[in-house]
């Protein structure tokens, strides 16, 4: 299994989940400015959308996207997404608010078409993140163990240090207590990354 990544990017979050799930897998690091692996392969080939995650499995199959991918690892440990009978789906509905409400919101920040649209979606990513403090039910999004989704909202957190968007306090809290865990680590170290 494969793991297509590029340091710093929306992947940091299946690297960390596939750590905490302890999965083997290589990892094939991507320059997105060139669409080429390290190999010198081209992105393109591998995923027609360009983008990172890509997840390569031993079969030749690929999944992409952050939704799925981190889906798919807690799939294959439950403990990294809520219990219950609605548990699959509010691990689904936090990953897909994370995608499309801050997520997205950083292309408008990274790459702006006017100052006005850069200071918009600094402004929807400032209350979308106050909205997720009030959501944290404990240490992490679904109360004393970490999931998939902490790994993604962990790396969108390193996002809002990037671009100088403050977080609230509780959100400041979570990120010291992910940067702690193993998986995180050894994922920052693997990457490149402080």
Known sequence: MKLYYSPGACSLADHIAMHEADLQFD??????????????QKFDDINPKSYVPTLEFDDGQRLTENVAILSWVAQRKPSLGPSGELGTTRLV????????????????????????????????????F????????????????????????????????????????KLADFERRMRARPAVQLALKHEGIE
């Open 27 to 40: 990892r094939v690091r991507v320059d997105l400015k060139t669409k080429t692996t390290e190999s010198g």
């Open 93 to 128: 509905e936090m990953l897909a608010f994370i995608s499309t409400e801050i997520h997205k919101q950083f292309g408008r920040v990274f790459k702006p078409t006017s100052d006005e649209e850069a200071n918009a979606a600094r402004e929807k990513i400032g209350q979308r």
């Open 130 to 169: 106050a909205l997720v403090s009030n959501m944290l039910q404990g240490d992490y999004l679904f109360g004393t163990e970490a999931s998939v989704a902490d790994a993604y909202l962990f790396t969108m957190l390193l996002w809002a240090h990037k671009v100088s968007i403050d977080v609230p306090q």
